[in-house]
């Protein structure tokens, strides 16, 4: 008997779904936020030997190992942000503009102004503003469509 209701609480919320969207059905449960006992012990042990951990790191780098120069070098640099391109790329208003926006990408990357990443990235972007021209247009085709059709019934 206690079967058959827990199937049918299962057909009403989903299959996989035993509980209310939001609540776990443990309201005791841990809070959020909270961290696993192991990490905050493992953190307060790291706390006491972070200086010589750090001088023990730079000193494995030092002495060749290449994971530990790889560690430092990541926490040295920041991490690469694009960059502005030096390159003008001519306007685009519609699709008949785009064929000399690729024209002047091309160029550019092919005499080295920009980079071959640059040019991609570029033309990427080109390729994103036709498929917004495109679905454009098709909406208004469609529109013009159902407004010119009579209604069948």
Known sequence: MADNSMAKQQKQRGRG???EKGQSGNLAGRPRGSRNRA???MQQLLDGEARALTRKAVELALGGD????RMCLDRLLAPRRDRVVPFTLPAVQDAGDLAGAMTAIMAATGSGVISP????HLARLVDIFLKAVDTHDFEQRLQQLEKRRSPAY
């Open 39 to 41: 990490t905050q012990a």
């Open 66 to 69: 290449t994971t530990a120069l």
């Open 17 to 19: 779904r035993p509980f």
């Open 117 to 120: 990443g640059d040019g991609g």
